[in-house]
């Protein structure tokens, strides 16, 4: 089992819905991360947070909105998406800060699918 | 930009064959190497990593990689594999300028057949 926990597992949603997809972790681990997974498709960076502040934005969308409300939990608010949204999204996190060398710790990640 | 390319998209093994999965970065600077793997409905656990030092690495389950700096690369390795390691392998490299930005390759599909 992973120790990041990310949950739901599976949201669907219309394209007009508000929805959050929750990440947490209680390893001490001060860098948080959102990727995007296509089917067939290696992960893809959205977002990376170090000690709680935004340090990573890869030209995201606006309609895709991360929140760090603290050292353990990473929130990803969905508002007004589209269908090509529709990926495995997975959330991870790795020891110190951005800068360390330290691997990345995933977990399961939520599928969601856009109608 | 960095980029990773994965040499094999789609391998297929017969059990106890023996295992290389290739592995080229572009980048001029100094990197940290990583291969994941992803089991059927599970999350990307890693196998081992190379920061600096010895270049042949040894990670879980009797995998190795070896980085060859000249070449850009960074070989998966396995003398001989199970059913159980019929996986998505994903190699990923990060500048050691920017470590948060993981870069992954295309990934590729292990099938190990009994």
């Known amino acids: 089992d992973t120790e990041v926990t990310q949950t739901p597992k599976h949201l669907v949603m219309g394209m007009t819905n508000k929805k959050s997809l929750k990440c947490e972790q209680h390893?001490?681990?001060?860098?948080m991360y959102w990727y995007k997974q296509k089917a067939k498709k290696p992960p893809e960076l959205m977002f990376v947070?170090?000690?709680?502040?935004?340090?990573i934005n890869e030209s995201v969308p606006s309609r895709f909105s991360p929140e760090c409300p603290n050292s353990s939990l990473l929130n990803l608010h969905l508002h007004a998406l589209q269908p090509e949204d529709s990926a495995l999204y997975l959330c991870a996190s790795s020891q110190g800060g951005q800068t360390s060398n330290q691997p990345q710790h995933f977990g399961d990640g939520t599928r969601l699918s856009i109608l | 930009a960095q980029s990773v390319s994965q040499h094999n998209h789609h391998v297929i093994l017969s059990e106890a064959a023996s295992l290389e999965l290739g592995c080229n970065y572009s980048?001029?600077?100094?990197?940290?190497l990583f291969w994941y793997v992803q089991y059927p409905g599970q999350h990307l656990q890693l196998l081992l990593k190379y920061f600096s030092g010895d270049p042949l690495v040894k990670g879980i389950k009797g995998f190795e990689a070896e980085f060859i700096k000249s070449k850009f690369s960074f070989n998966l390795r396995k003398p001989s594999v199970q059913w159980s390691d019929t996986a998505e392998y994903f190699c990923?490299?990060?500048?050691?300028?920017?470590?948060?930005?993981?870069?992954f390759g295309q990934g590729t599909t292990l099938q190990v057949k009994p």
């Open positions: 390893m001490g681990h001060r860098a």
């Open positions: 990923a490299v990060n500048a050691r300028s920017n470590t948060g930005k993981l870069i």
């Open positions: 947070y170090s000690y709680e502040k935004l340090s």
């Open positions: 980048y001029g600077g100094t990197v940290n």
